[in-house]
């Protein structure tokens, strides 16, 4: 059974940064690829980025590149998001995502609320 459980959430001022941390029951080599999606409020869920774990291919959303890192730990069993000159906009509850045979498991979710 997959387990995910982010952390790192919190409130943080416009300009500010704040790492995001999904810890999975096991490898995350077992994935095909994992990600970090948000949901604002009132909005639908978006994808933020994504990682293959094996290959370190990434993928970002356009209006995170260049800001938001996606990396994995030595350890392989978490997977983080780094979060740069965050933006009132990007207050959202973010999800982690793991993707395995076809099977999509999320994670409870971390609140980020990005005001002064």
């Known amino acids: 059974q997959v387990q995910l459980v982010e952390s790192g959430g919190g409130v943080v001022q416009p300009g500010g940064s704040l790492r995001l941390s999904c810890a999975a029951s096991?490898?995350?080599?077992?994935?095909?690829?994992m990600g970090w999606y948000r949901q604002p409020p009132g909005k639908e869920r978006e994808m933020v980025a994504l990682?293959?774990?094996?290959?370190?291919?990434?993928k970002y959303a356009d209006s995170v590149k260049g800001r938001f890192t996606i990396s994995g730990d030595n350890a392989k069993t978490s997977v983080y998001l780094q979060m740069n000159n965050l933006k009132p906009e990007e207050t959202a509850v973010y999800y982690c995502?793991?993707?395995?045979?076809?099977?999509?498991?999320w994670g409870q979710g971390t609140q980020v609320i990005v005001s002064s």
């Open positions: 990682v293959g774990p094996q290959s370190g291919w990434t």
């Open positions: 096991g490898s995350i080599f077992r994935f095909s690829f």
């Open positions: 995502n793991a993707v395995q045979s076809g099977s999509v498991h």
